[in-house]
């Protein structure tokens, strides 16, 4: 099925006539090439990524690489920035730099591109691997609709039109707009040969874009650098703090040792889960290959139970590892936790193997890791936590941290993994269902529901969900500071899904835990900020007002209180 056609008829004229010469002489190309190749579109996408993708990149250099995430992506993926992961790493990009970004129009861009009804991203990432079936040949209407794609795209980079683009040469400074010849200017002396700047037509924003951006004189083109081959670039990058410390985290990482404490000190302790530890011993008895799955509501305990997991298993029989996934992190790269794993399953061994991490030898080394374990004697509890996080590969491998649980294993290595409600149990032998709390553990909620005692056990749930956040909710870090993460936002508004009793009394629960948690937050705020606890008690007093119930045609619109504390408790940092 064909795209609709673009609304913006004149997309052609505007692109020859104002956007960068490159993207512009490129398009050209593509329209005038009667021998057309389906690698001549994908090439065309791979330089329309790498523009949009290095001005948001120097945009984000710019305002000192804050994000340790978005900084471990790029440091993993720079060796190797296939279009896949350009688009991943700018898609997370553009989101951190929102509004505060030099060119703030990367956000309408970022919409568009990834999550319009035309669904761009989509049928790009389809394109790439249809084209990897080389034995089938293009069909026109393919590749009608592969040229309708690269029009959709350049409708969501129409913004460049507002802007101009000027490169420094041996002979000068050069606007660099269309198809046309290039202008030279007596602006912007101060760049070097090289150099290219962006600014808006009344130029009062401007913006150089190099190193990431370069004019390559010789050959009149651009060249797109990044930190692994240029210097200069490098340099700009590791000069700030964050950048450097990410650098050596993801050394741990990518070796196999990577640093989990700040996972495990930021999991809250919780009450003891009714049923749990028996229904655990019961499937740890049981003969045969163990892999047991534990599901539950956003902020119930998931994470504090593998971090905690010694409580429910008998430690003198088994050694756990542990291993924590999370949303868009490079920790779900299969790559990076086989590493991990066979590193940990092999520090068992007596002795144990020499390690080799090159080719074959690697391979080798894991079959003859597993084989030595199976004969060891001794067991392992792999623990994963948050797994539905490794459902889909990474950009540039094929197989997902999901698939990779399906795999053989000896009977000595069992697998507890937790997830959201609504994982997929396929490769599991066993799913816990976990209960955050019982109603004798919370006395007051007795009368929160009056004389309707059938949703105890429901507003239990939502209230050990609720408090599991909070502490999650004052360690997460935001986007922007000090704005609410967005993890915290959907998995709270999820949970809040989840348990759709009587309204009025799922507001009773929530005011009735924002009163019980004060003197904890008052607490958690002076430990996170050095505040005195009067002043403390001052900014919780503050956000009184986000702790309400607003209504809206007669629908209640919850506001997120426990992000609210997390977003206070930042602004004082």
Request: hydrophobic residues 40%; charged residues 25%.
């Amino acid at each position: 099925m064909l795209l609709k056609k673009s609304a913006g008829g004149d997309l052609q004229t505007r692109v020859l006539s104002s956007f960068p010469s490159p993207l512009a002489t490129g398009y050209k190309k593509l329209k005038e090439n009667r021998n057309l190749k389906i690698q001549d579109i994908l090439d065309y996408f791979d330089l329309i990524s790498g523009f949009a993708g290095n001005i948001a990149l120097a945009d984000y250099v710019q305002q000192g690489v804050p994000s340790e995430k978005i900084n471990l992506k790029l440091t993993a993926y720079i060796r190797a920035m296939s279009m896949d992961r350009w688009l991943e790493v700018l898609k997370q990009l553009i989101q951190f730099l929102g509004k505060k970004a030099v060119i703030p129009e990367l956000g309408e861009f970022r919409k568009n591109f990834y999550y319009s009804e035309h669904e761009i991203f989509e049928k790009i990432q389809k394109l790439k691997i249809r084209s990897t079936l080389t034995e089938i040949p293009f069909d026109k209407d393919e590749m009608e609709e592969a040229t309708e794609l690269v029009d959709f795209t350049l409708e969501c980079l129409d913004f460049l039109c507002n802007y101009q683009f000027f490169c420094c040469t041996e002979k000068g400074v050069f606007l660099i707009k269309g198809t046309g010849e290039k202008k030279k200017t007596s602006e912007f002396s101060f760049l070097k040969p090289g150099e290219i700047i962006m600014t808006s037509l009344d130029k009062k924003k401007k913006f150089v874009v190099s190193p990431f951006i370069t004019y390559l004189e010789p050959t009149d083109s651009i060249r797109f650098t990044n930190f692994n081959t240029d210097r200069e670039t490098y340099q700009m990058f590791m000069k700030n703090p964050t950048a450097v410390k990410s650098v050596k985290e993801f050394q741990n990482i990518s070796g196999g040792s990577p640093d989990f404490s700040s996972y495990e000190s930021q999991a809250p302790e919780h009450p003891s889960f009714a049923g749990f530890k028996e229904e655990l011993e019961e499937e740890l008895t049981r003969q045969g290959s163990k892999r047991i799955l534990v599901t539950g509501p956003p902020g119930c305990g998931k994470t504090m139970l593998i971090t905690r997991l010694e409580k429910f298993v008998n430690p003198a029989k088994y050694t756990i590892i542990r291993y924590y996934l999370e949303e868009d992190h490079i920790l779900a790269s299969t790559g990076f936790f086989t590493r991990f794993f066979y590193k940990k399953l092999n520090s068992l061994l007596e002795p144990p193997l020499p390690i080799d991490m090159k080719g074959t030898g690697w391979q080798k080394f894991k079959k003859q890791v597993l084989t030595d374990f199976a004969k060891s004697g001794k067991n392992v509890i792999l623990a994963i936590d948050s797994a539905d996080c490794g459902i889909k590969p990474v950009p540039g491998e094929k197989v997902a941290i999901c698939d990779y649980l399906k795999m053989s294993l000896p009977s000595n290595i069992v697998i507890i993994a937790t997830a959201r409600s609504g994982f997929c149990t396929n490769c599991f032998t066993k799913t816990i269902r976990l209960k955050p709390c019982s109603t004798g553990e919370i006395p007051s909620l007795a009368g929160v529901l009056d004389a309707d005692k059938s949703k105890l056990d429901a507003v239990g749930n939502l209230y050990g969900g609720l408090r599991g956040f909070i502490n999650k909710a004052l360690t997460a870090a935001g986007p922007r500071h000090p704005e609410i993460p967005e993890i915290i936002k959907t998995g709270f508004s999820d949970l809040l899904n989840e348990y759709k009793f009587h309204l009025p009394a799922r507001e009773k629960v929530i005011r009735m835990l924002a009163a019980e948690q004060k003197p904890v937050l008052v607490k958690t705020i002076c430990e996170k900020t050095g505040l005195p606890v009067s002043a403390a008690a001052s900014v919780l007093s503050r956000i009184q007002p986000i702790l309400s119930i607003k209504w809206q045609n007669e629908d209640p619109c919850f506001e997120l209180f426990i992000p609210a504390f997390a977003q206070y408790v930042r602004s004082l940092k």
